[in-house]
């Protein structure tokens, strides 16, 4: 696990925008694992340009989300199907065929499930995985007690992740769907690579127990740290807690200068 530290949200996108770039320039067929928040946002703004620029090619890429509410429609202005095409999907050439968002209606969720694992290991596995964390250390919508052998499968939101998302629901919890179908811990740990974004001070109890606190069940994200190819990519206020900061930034600082010579 690797603790980078930078002064924005802005800066966090680019260093995961470069880091995709680069995957995808030796890669034309690469795999992303895909997140929704707002965090991502800003990557995918960078990634949107970069295509615009002719600097990327994504018509080979494939695509899985995370998660998905269930009890919404696919079309709903809240659904994690929208985001994407908002934000990212509507904006570059990923052949529709290669978008795989969690569906929120079917009648046999666990047969849904179980394909949907499938359909990540017949591509090959996913290649880069891109998350964020919610206050309470959860990943994706693998909430506090979540095994950390969890597969794809539906899931109730926690209280706190109600609240937390009522915002995108004119904030009213009761709108939010209290449940979602997520990847589960273990298929994200399956990644060749993951790529952990957070900002703000909201998440910084979450990082200091996600990275320096003990792995357990209680904050989900803590399993990462027994990922052999992980990158925390976080602002000032989200690293505020941390106790070996100081070091993570000199790593970090020489990192960049073994790079350069």
Request: one cysteine or more.
């Amino acid at each position: 696990m690797e603790i980078i530290i930078q002064p924005s949200n802005h800066h966090i996108a680019t260093i995961a925008a470069e880091s995709i770039s680069d995957a995808l320039k030796k890669n034309p067929n690469l795999v992303l694992g895909l997140a929704t928040g707002s965090t991502p946002i800003a990557l995918y703004k960078i990634l949107v340009q970069k295509y615009k620029n002719r600097e990327l090619d994504f018509s080979r890429v494939t695509t899985f989300n995370l998660d998905e509410y269930i009890g919404i429609p696919c079309h709903h202005p809240q659904s994690y199907h929208t985001f994407m095409a908002k934000h990212f999907f509507d904006h570059v050439n990923i052949p529709i065929e290669n978008q795989h968002i969690p569906q929120n209606a079917t009648g046999d969720f666990e047969s849904y499930c179980e394909k949907y694992e499938k359909k990540i290991k017949d591509s090959g596995g996913i290649d880069i995985q891109i998350l964020g964390i919610g206050t309470d250390g959860h990943i994706a919508f693998n909430e506090t007690g979540s095994s950390l052998s969890s597969r794809t499968r539906p899931v109730t939101l926690s209280e706190s992740t109600l609240k937390a998302n009522a915002i995108h629901f004119n904030s009213d919890k009761s709108a939010v769907p209290e449940m979602a179908i997520t990847m589960g811990v273990g298929t994200i740990m399956e990644a060749k690579q993951c790529i952990l974004l957070a900002s703000g001070k909201s998440k910084s109890e979450a990082i200091v127990n996600a990275v320096e606190g003990p792995i357990t069940a209680s904050v989900p994200a803590s399993v990462l740290q027994m990922h052999p190819n992980t990158f925390i990519i976080i602002d000032e206020d989200a690293a505020s807690a941390l106790k070996e900061i100081d070091y993570y930034k000199r790593c970090y600082e020489n990192r960049l200068k073994l790079l350069s010579t």
